[in-house]
């Protein structure tokens, strides 16, 4: 869940300098806009992350059992 809070307040930051040079004449309410921008950014990047410790984590399993096969 930190992960999660930090990736969210970095993405409300990216996504509010981006909607300052490009959204800020078109959508009224900017706010709604980058904070909910900054929530599927945040909700993306975390997934990603926990895949790839996922992933690691299985690698390290099936080098352990193909050591463990050789021996």
């Known amino acids: ?5 930090g990736i ?3 993405c409300i930051v990216v996504t509010y300098i981006f909607s300052f040079f490009f959204l800020g004449l078109i959508v ?7 904070i909910f ?4 950014l945040a909700v993306f990047i975390t997934v990603f992350i ?3 410790s ?8 099936v080098e352990e059992l193909s050591s463990n096969k050789q021996d």
């Open 1 to 5: 869940m930190k992960n999660f809070i």
């Open 8 to 10: 969210f307040l970095a």
């Open 28 to 34: 009224e309410n900017v706010w709604a806009l980058v």
């Open 37 to 40: 921008a900054a929530f599927l």
């Open 50 to 52: 926990s895949q790839e």
């Open 54 to 61: 996922r992933i690691e984590e299985l690698e390290k399993k």
